[in-house]
Every structure is written in structure tokens, then in C-alpha cells.
């Protein structure tokens, strides 16, 4: 009997805490927006993959509604938020180019086609940038890395004519591959190619360098890494969830995932949690 007893007393002793800890959550986001250090905090770099109204082109966990994506940015902006592209976070870091009071990085995997149709508009509409990460060898094609396999459904990739033109708008092109393949798990001269291929297609075709990158499924490894570095990187990002410490880890910058099913609450509660760490 007196042992039932210690379980019942240990098990409240658990749910107060639980409570205690949710509770602090609720104040700091209360607290948010606060101005941030950024040179010791780091920077929030958020990540998106489709911009799409039709459920025919995929989930929730890759779909962002563009009705959705426009209320977030709307509150990036109110919030006093200044999107930069990863490259000035990485230029701010080696050339000591100053940053915004509030920076924040945009960012998109893989170049689908809504990212043009839906994303580009209303970024253009709210004076915001973006960084995408193109997969070199699907452009103007469809997304076979994930389509083949199964995992999603069939989508369309954007075409040079409008990598183009967002290029020329001030979206930041950086590399995500040519063929989309877990770079951890394939030989490192297949990955030197991938690497240094995406690269030079991108240049060559959008007449830019291309000078960020993005480990495709955040598969990576210490010689993945090296690569990137040797190959003429400036940044890469993984999806790791947190801040992006380009002090600490500028080819392992962590990212803030958005998916389709956050409300603009849980939107803003993601940007206050990994902001203040
Ligand atoms: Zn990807």
C-alpha cells in the first residue's frame, strides 16, 4: 500500500513540474519581440519547401497554404524583422557588413515551381527576401528525387526563365545538389560531383555566383562538410532545428522548420522559442 503511495506522490511531483515548465514557456513568449543580440544569439533562419494552395501536391509537412505564408511574413514585418539572404549573414561574419537590428533568413528546398507562382509575389509585396536552394538537375522539370521513390506527389520545378527573373529580383540561388541524394550515405567522389556540379550548373545558367548551400534530407558527414567548404561555400544549412550560429557553425547552421499545419500562434511561438534560446 505505502509503495502505491510513493508512485501516486512521485507521478504529482512530475505533473507539477510539467506545469511549472509550460507555464514559462507562456511568459517568454509574452515577453517576444524583444530587440535580440544577434552576435550571441544568432540569427533565425526559417525553412519552407512548397508554397501551395492544391492538398494535390503534397502535405502539410512540405506545404505551406499561401494564405498562411502571407500571414507569417505579415508578422516577420510587423514584428520589425528585416529578411537577409544567407549570404549577407555570412558576409556580415568575413567582411564585417553590418546587419538589420532584427535579421531573419528566408529559406526554401529544393526550387519548386510555387515557390515563383505563390512565394515570390507576396514576398515582393512585404519588401522581404528569400534564399532558395535549387535542385540544379530538376529545374524546369518535376521533383523526381521524392516523386520516384514515392514520398510525394508529383510537383513541378521551377524553369530557368523564372530563376531568372527571381534572381534578378533579389532572391539569393544557392545550390541543394544536382540529383537530391543523401550526401552522408553515397561515396565522396559521387558528392564532390554532386557538390561542385550544382554549383557550376547554377552559375553558368543564372550567370551569378552561387555561394550557399543545403544538405539535401540534412544528410551530411565531417568529409560532406569539408567538401562544401573546399569547393568555394561560404555557408551551408542542415535540418537541425534551432538558430543559425554562423560564429559556431557556419556549414551546419541550424534551421526553424515551418509546416502547414502551424497557425500564426504557433508561428510566432517557434520564432520566440529558438530566439531566445
Ligand atoms: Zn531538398
Not at 544536382?178 to 541524394?181: N, Q, S
Not at 535540418?239 to 550560429?245: E, S
Given at each position: 500500500m505505502s509503495r502505491k503511495l510513493i508512485y501516486v506522490f512521485i507521478l504529482l511531483i512530475v505533473l507539477a513540474f510539467v506545469f511549472i515548465a509550460g507555464g514559462e514557456a507562456g511568459e517568454r513568449l509574452a515577453g517576444y519581440p524583444e530587440p535580440l543580440s544577434q552576435e550571441f544569439e544568432g540569427v533565425p533562419i526559417l525553412m519552407y519547401h512548397k508554397v501551395n494552395p492544391d492538398p494535390g501536391t503534397g502535405g502539410h509537412g512540405l506545404r505551406v497554404h499561401p494564405r498562411n505564408f502571407e500571414k507569417q511574413i505579415s508578422y516577420l514585418v510587423k514584428s520589425g524583422f528585416t529578411a537577409i539572404s544567407l549570404k549577407d549573414l555570412a558576409d556580415h561574419y568575413q567582411k564585417g557588413s553590418p546587419l538589420p537590428p532584427r535579421p531573419v533568413v528566408i529559406t526554401f528546398d529544393d526550387g519548386y515551381m510555387d515557390n515563383y507562382t505563390y512565394a515570390y509575389p507576396i514576398l515582393k509585396k512585404h519588401g522581404m527576401t528569400a534564399t532558395i536552394f535549387v535542385v540544379a538537375g530538376t529545374v524546369g522539370g518535376i521533383n523526381e528525387f521524392d516523386y520516384n521513390e514515392g514520398r510525394q506527389p508529383k510537383n513541378k520545378m521551377a524553369d530557368w526563365t523564372q530563376l531568372k527573373e527571381m534572381s534578378g529580383g533579389g532572391i539569393t540561388i544557392g545550390a541543394h545538389t544536382?540529383?537530391?541524394?543523401r550526401l552522408g550515405d553515397i561515396n565522396p567522389e559521387e558528392v564532390k560531383a554532386e557538390i561542385v556540379d550544382s554549383k557550376m550548373i547554377l552559375e553558368k545558367e543564372l550567370n551569378r555566383p552561387v555561394e550557399v548551400f543545403c544538405y539535401p534530407y540534412g544528410s551530411y558527414n565531417e568529409t560532406t562538410v569539408a567538401l562544401v567548404k573546399e569547393s568555394g561555400f561560404s555557408a551551408a544549412v542542415t535540418?537541425?532545428?534551432?538558430?543559425?550560429?554562423f560564429d559556431r557553425e557556419p556549414f551546419e547552421l541550424k534551421r526553424i522548420r515551418i509546416t502547414g499545419d502551424y497557425s500564426i500562434d504557433r508561428f510566432a511561438e517557434e520564432l520566440a522559442m529558438y530566439s531566445k534560446n
Open positions: 544536382v540529383r537530391h541524394p535540418t537541425f532545428q534551432g538558430l543559425g550560429r
